[in-house]
């Protein structure tokens, strides 16, 4: 909470400033606190920077505390606000960081209607002292005339009541805090309780009694020497602060007539003397003026004087002069044949000087030749060791296919021999033999016979081989012979597609090695590309530098040297760096590149106030940023061109990013989404690498001071403000290598607390202009990452929540009492779908819901058809909003209908998912993400509740393509528009997958929310995919939604294509799914 304490000057508002701190309400750091004074003993307990802020401000009306006769709230323009207004929000932020915080100053009585819009809870603290008592302290500190000072109370509590009439008060009595403290201090403390204050404690009577010294109320008049001073008017304001009734005045009085008179005459009376001090002063000034003149008279005659003298002296001195003159020439001939020696001599040593110069020359391009050697050498070992790698796999899926040949091998081995002792081979050999002597003719080699011979020669192979299933496949073993191994006594042959070797599907390594790896034949195929292309865009990297460690600074700056796009300029703005070193290597930089360009600031300014300096430097029509420790991958501003020729129409581009250690080690590589709102609004999503058109930053004026830590991210909140979500591109390539050191955020994300202050600010800041009312707080499960809840309306709209079932009393009454017992939002009706329930249990507990009117019951007497059903009950659903739920649900947190209604009523969502667990708390549903299997699958599904999945994608709210209708809720009127769920296509499966990419192609977003979450016992009524008939239906609907989708199954917008189809666990494709190089 935020206090604001306030009263007329000397009314005791320090007194209160104090018992507030006290309780726990901070105020200031020991710097910037107001320390006590002769006249204050006991302490002001102000800033002094809220102190000369509301002085400024005061100054900027033309008024000062004591002189403001004709002051007026109106005088309060927006002008004038906006010279103040970012000083007060530091103010404010630096006390949001100690909550409760508590201000005190009697100015605020004026000027509160320039400090509370800033304010978010304010809480005001009204101190309250008897005029009379005001005025003679006033006397006593400022020699104020008691009227005067009766007159000023009148008009500080007149500006004071109105300012604070529709804010929380809570006012204090001077007097009763001096007669009876203990007890003023407990219902203080306990009006502060009342207002929803936390964290304060109630000081001990000690402590209370130890403050409040009745030795320093030296002022003490009383009622009937106040009754002799104070008008009318003031007698009512007077009556009202003493019977507590002050805040329940309909209408505040005018300024009394009295007051009015007295305020203006002491103006008239300060203008005067101010008029008279004013001329005292030019009368001083001239005087002044006249003496300095009469002074420059006489230094002026003496000085004549001098110079007489000096003339004469000179006249006297002239002939030896032209003798020395004489002389001098002698010598000046001398010396010029001197200099024409030198001459010859310096010309000499320039010509060394030049062919030192062209040595050096010749040895830069020697080193320039050298670096593309190793370059070149670099790229052909690496392609070299990627058909190394080729082979090595290759080799290994032919060893384990030989394994595998072998394993069948001795299986038709042992079936044979099986045959051949069997029975029936026996008696039919023995048969034939008879037939054969009966026909006089001689047995021939038989089918046994060639069997064994073919036996016996691969036995004899493998007494020469020795081939090894388990032995890892390299270059030596591969030189090496095969070692035999025995065959395998089974009567099953293994699917040889299962033999082949997979790659660890998160090894990044080989990943790596194997799709992201420049070879030399790529680099060549991008520069030709380059010098086919019409249009060569100019690509400024702004890069603020602070004491780096040297060879980070030049790891980063080589970074963009070595670019195969050539066309950028690196604009460099140093923030005062003390360490030497700094200069030198920016200097050093900048004189061999002339595209790199350097600023050196002469003073800290920070991260925000650097990178403005840097983009003064900018040229090109588009800008990214680099930080001064990190690397671009060498192929990234080819593709960043690339994306710029290919979206000319767009102003935002950001790519893919991963780690890089102190060993120049990349891993856990951040595959991103193509743009998603929402998931942005849970944390900077565009990050590295960002590219911006120059104009947009432009446009929104570059970086904000007071931001620090997300000083990015408020950026890109402003930009996009500014564009539309088409003209928002994804590259889905890793562009930016993030150095991850000991304490950096690449490391550890906690390690700049203030930056998510920052971000809470720059995002709520983000919501106001966009006249969204929402509530910003730090995810309570992401550490580092944004929550952002939105504001229901006062009337709350109907949910009709639409429950399909049949029978299951089980599965069903612990759904509805879930629902009935654990939900927070009131507006709700239940509609229960009973599809041919025959269970008496059921059909008795539906009834004594319907009677109960806790539910409506509505039949289904059809084959089950899952989308029909709930089209059918959505017809019946009398709410503005629909949710779709499966019977075998059960609500976790109470708050998850509320959630969801949140996010179904902002106009741009289409549908809202919910976090659904398997009862082992195993995750079963984090969205739906398309391709995966086919068609489609769950995110995450499997992992447990300690884990936030991919980049914590597991724990945020996003958009994704898809959600299931097991936990669904939408408005009622987008259902109808799309046409509801397919019955006919899809009367099991993926209706709620169609569903959802039907409302995304109508414009509105799918979001997923983790903050509702419900427990699922996924498919228990319906059972699953098990028999023929099932199988065959499910195989159909598949088949359907691949041609009804196409390839949208296969590029959802909130999966990267670096990531696998064949698993939930985000891992790597194998291979990826980007476009390749043609």
Known sequence: MQIIVLGMHRSGTSIVARLLNMMGA????????????????????????????????????????????????????????????????????GLDAHRPWMMKDPRFCLLLPFWQPLLEIPVCVYVHRSPIQVAQSLKTREGFHKMLGIALWEKYNLHGLANTADMPRILVCHEELMSHPVAAVKKLHQELLDCEVQGLRLPSEKEIRAFIDPTFFREHGDTQLQNTHINHQQAILVEAFENGTIFQLELLPNLSSGAAEILQAYKNQLDAAQEALRLQQQITERDAEIAKRAEEVAERDAEIATRDEEITHLQKNSEALKQ????????????????????????????????????????????????????????????????????FIKTDTQLHQIHKLIQWLGALNADIKAVFNSLTWRSGHFLTKVILKFMFRKAGLTAQDHIQ?????????????????????????????????????????????????????????????????????????????????????????????????????????????????????????????????????????????????????????????????????????????????????????????????????????????????????????????????????????????????????????????????????????????????????????????????????????????????????????????????????????????????????????????????????????????????????????ILIVNNDSDDPATLEYMQQLENDEKARIIDYPHPFNYAAINNMAVEHAQGELIGLLNNDIEVINADWLTEMVSHALRPEIGAVGARLWYPNDILQHGGVILGIGGVAGHAHKYIPRTQFGYFSRACLIQNLSAVTAACLVMRKKDFLAVGGLDAEHFSIAFNDVDLCLRLKESGLRILWTPYAELYHHESVSRGGETTPEKQARFKKECDYMKGRWGNTLVTDFAYNPNLTLETEDFAYAWPPRVEALK
């Open 26 to 93: 901070y105020f200031a750091p020991e710097k910037v606190a107001v320390p006590p004074t002769t006249a204050n003993p006991k302490g002001y307990w102000e800033r002094w920077d809220t102190l000369h802020l509301n002085e400024n401000f005061l100054t900027a009306l033309g008024i000062t505390w004591d002189n403001f006769s004709q002051f007026k709230t109106t005088d309060i323009t927006p002008e004038i606000q906006s010279k103040f207004e970012l000083k007060a929000r530091e103010i404010i932020l």
């Open 324 to 391: 020395t003159l004489q002389t001098q020439q002698a010598q000046n001939a001398k010396y010029q044949t001197q200099v024409a020696s030198y001459r010859n001599q310096l010309l000499v040593a320039e010509n060394q000087v030049t062919t030192l110069e062209q040595e050096i020359t010749e040895l830069d391009h020697q080193k320039h030749l050298l670096q593309t050697q190793l370059t070149e050498t670099q790229e052909t070992l690496t392609e070299k060791e990627q058909i190394i790698s080729a082979l």
């Open 453 to 829: 011979e073919t036996l016996g020669c691969i036995a004899a192979w493998q007494s020469q081989t020795d081939v090894t299933d388990n032995e890892p496949i390299t270059p030596v073993s591969i030189r090496t012979s095969v070692t035999p191994i025995k065959l395998l006594e089974t009567t099953t042959a293994p699917s040889l597609s299962k033999a082949l070797i997979q790659p660890n599907p998160k090894d990044y390594s080989r990943w790596i090695q194997n799709y992201d790896s420049l070879t030399k034949k790529i680099v060549k195929r991008m520069q030709q590309r380059i010098k086919e292309w019409d249009y060569h865009p100019v690509i400024s990297i702004v890069m603020p530098t602070y004491n780096t460690d040297e060879k980070w600074l030049r790891t980063a700056i080589e970074s963009v040297q070595q670019q195969i796009y050539t066309n950028w300029e690196l604009c460099i703005a140093d923030d005062a760096s003390t360490q030497p070193q700094m200069r030198h290597v920016l200097e050093e930089y900048a004189t061999r590149d002339n595209r790199i360009k350097v600023k050196f600031r002469t003073d800290n300014g920070h991260i925000s106030a650097a990178s403005n300096t840097a983009l003064e430097l900018v040229t090109g029509d588009f800008v990214s940023f680099l930080d001064h420790d990190d690397r671009l991958a060498r192929h990234a501003l080819f593709w960043v061109a690339k994306a710029i020729l290919d979206y000319p129409d767009a102003m935002l581009w950001y790519s893919d990013e991963d780690k890089i250690n102190e060993k120049g080690e990349r891993y856990d590589p951040y595959f991103k989404s193509d743009w998603n709102p929402d998931l942005f609004l849970s944390y900077n999503l565009i990050n590295h690498i960002a590219v911006y058109r120059t104009s947009l930053i432009q446009k929104i004026a570059g970086f904000r001071e007071g931001y620090e830590g997300a000083q990015d991210y408020d950026l890109a909140l402003r930009a996009i403000e500014q564009i539309n979500v088409t003209q928002i591109r994804h590259i889905p390539r890793v562009l930016y290598h993030w150095r991850a050191v000991s304490g950096s955020t690449a490391t550890r994300p906690d390690e700049k607390p203030y930056a998510i202050i920052a971000a809470q600010k720059a995002i709520s800041e983000h919501l106001e202009r966009r006249n969204i009312e929402a509530r910003v707080t730090e995810s309570p499960n992401v550490p580092g990452a944004i929550r952002v809840q939105y504001v229901l309306p006062t009337h709350l709209p109907l949910v009709s929540l639409i429950i399909p079932t049949r029978n299951r009393l089980d599965f069903l009454s612990r759904c509805v009492e879930s629902i009935l017992t654990k939900t927070d939002y009131q507006n709700v009706e």
